[in-house]
DNA sequence: TAAACCTTGACACTCTCGTGCTAAGGTTTG
DNA sequence: CAAACCTTAGCACGAGAGTGTCAAGGTTTA
């Protein structure tokens, strides 16, 4: 039995034995598991999930968030996208170029002509 | 008048008027304002509008995960913070240091004492 | 000036997140 | 074996995201 049962590592870390089991299902901490399914946290999940609690915390974020962030992590071609629409930003509507004052104008032809 | 109102920028990019008000509080597309506060959407918060609407579909992610992400992009710390507990993760229960070990060992020693 | 717009504020509803608690049934252990 | 645990499933509930709609009041425009 190498790791600690739910309710031994709610009590070391913090949680609770219910949000354990729903920080699992968020795919950030999962423990191991017995013969008979039983979770067994190792040293290595159980720092993480103090470390993740100070996190939430200090920064006030939510699982979610993470998660969110773990997912971009992964598929890299989410970040790529999230991260272009971001870097895109600092446009600011004085400085405009030609392409896109000709797209506008589009844009209101477009609506004069559906309205 | 330099920009679409609120009403035409919601025919062309798709939102409706208030879901652009509801990503302006949001801090994801900012449009001008003009002399009596109208919002003003010029082509560049036009073009982002759509984009952020593909982005969003196409991931199916939440406004308030890009939300996040532009945070995390603005805050230098929150992104190291979450970065690095992510980078953590790749360990397993079974490949363990002698120090983790350690951790472990504590954990049980104070949680028996603590029952 | 009257119709058509825009603004902010608020009520409301659906969904998901985060949490607790209970139930029915297997596992471990004194 | 009985007490103490663990598992999954499910009800419940407050908070926040996402979205519509209506109201009261200012702005633009035909």
Redesign the interface.
């Known amino acids: 039995m190498?790791?600690?049962t739910i309710n031994?590592a709610a009590?070391?870390t913090g949680w609770s034995p219910r949000m354990l089991r729903y920080v699992e299902r968020t795919g950030l901490v999962s423990?191991?598991r017995s013969a008979s399914r039983y979770r067994?946290y190792?040293?290595?999940?159980?720092?993480?999930l103090r470390?993740?609690k100070e996190?939430l915390a200090?920064?006030d974020?939510a699982l979610?968030?993470?998660a969110?962030?773990?997912r971009?992590?992964r598929?890299e071609e989410?970040r790529a996208?999230?991260?272009a629409?971001?870097e895109?930003?600092p446009?600011?509507?004085e400085h405009?170029d030609a392409e896109?004052?000709l797209?506008?104008e589009q844009?209101?032809h477009?609506?004069l002509l559906?309205a």
């Open positions: 190498d790791g600690l031994e009590r070391t423990p191991g067994l190792g040293p290595a999940q159980l720092q993480r470390t993740l996190l200090g920064f974020i979610s968030d993470v969110f962030a773990a971009m992590t598929d989410l996208a999230v991260t629409w971001l895109a930003k446009v600011r509507p405009v896109d004052w797209r506008f844009d209101k477009e609506k559906a």
